[in-house]
Nanobody, 116 residues
Framework: VQLQASGGGLVQPGGSLRLSCAASGTIFSFYRMGWYRQAPGKQRELVATIATGGVTNYADSVKGRFTISRDNAKNTLYLQMNSLKPEDTAVYYC???????????WGRGTQVTVSS
């Protein structure tokens, strides 16, 4: 599967962004998918996952603010991010759930910067 994240940008604290991830090369709907992020000087971390049937899980740091969703017909993964904080600043990536499958190529990710 090939993955390309988009939708990042510069936003003020308290603002919102919606990230998209286009998947190609395999049957997207078969995979539990996740959003990950990597801040400068930090390890990549899991933000949220969504199962094929739509069950979701979130990191405590984003719970109640972020919503992961998927459109299997469009082979697209989404991350709606609300009430953004400066500590959400990172490069965001999409990939399969690494606890179940081997990671695919990470791609370049999309930069999210939260700053006034």
């Amino acid at each position: 599967v090939q993955l390309q994240a988009s939708g990042g940008g510069l936003v003020q604290p308290g603002g919102s962004l919606r990230l998209s991830c286009a998947a190609s090369g395999t049957i997207f709907s078969f995979y539990r998918m996740g959003w990950y992020r990597q801040a400068p000087g930090k390890q990549r971390e899991l933000v949220a996952t969504i199962a094929t049937g739509g069950v979701t899980n979130y990191a405590d740091s984003v719970k109640g603010r972020f919503t992961i969703s998927r459109d299997n017909a469009k082979n697209t993964l989404y991350l709606q991010m609300n009430s953004l904080k400066p500590e959400d600043t990172a490069v965001y990536y999409c990939n399969v759930d690494g606890s179940i499958y081997p990671f695919r190529s990470w791609g370049r990710g999309t930069q999210v910067t939260v700053s006034s």
